[in-house]
């Protein structure tokens, strides 16, 4: 029995430090796009934001990437859209985007007030960017500069659902998710040595 117990502790400690916990909260978060949901009102930019802060080395592109594929071909087969459309590299270069930003703000950062504005700018940069790619890749602006002008300002009214979606789903991932893997470190890696000061910081 204290093998078997010895065993799970070792488990939880290795799951704990692995990226296991902030894995489970991004393919939530990913699968949560089947949710009926408004307009961009949607986990995307969290999701990535947060896999950029919190997942290290390559799992912080290749899991939401991963995710993003395999959601998207679904959703293409449930709603009759096609998937690989033009300017989609550049979507999903965006969202790569969003992993640096994570990466580069959100590491360590656990105030919320700064995570809240990190997120608005990843929305910001989401928006000029997918934005982009439907006026240069599609047909519905002219290629001018008053093109480019338009196609933002068409865009407008569904930024607001891209700006909520990732100001709620930012503030739940790094606020309810963060502290519940901080207790769940504090009692699987405390017994082992680790005082409670390491892991906060």
Known sequence: MDKIKLILQKW??????NDGISAVAVFFAGISRFLPHPSNFTSVGAMTVYSGARLQGWKSFAFPLILMLVTDFVLSRLHGFEMFYEGISIVY???MV???I????LTRQKNLIFVSAVSIFASIQFFVLSNFSVWAFSSLYTKTWDGLLTCYIVAIPYFAGTLLGDLLYTSALFGTLDRLELKFRKRILIPENRTEKELTV
């Open 12 to 17: 939880k400690a290795t799951f704990a430090e």
């Open 93 to 95: 270069l965006s969202l």
């Open 98 to 100: 969003n992993v640096l």
């Open 102 to 105: 994570g990466k580069f703000f």
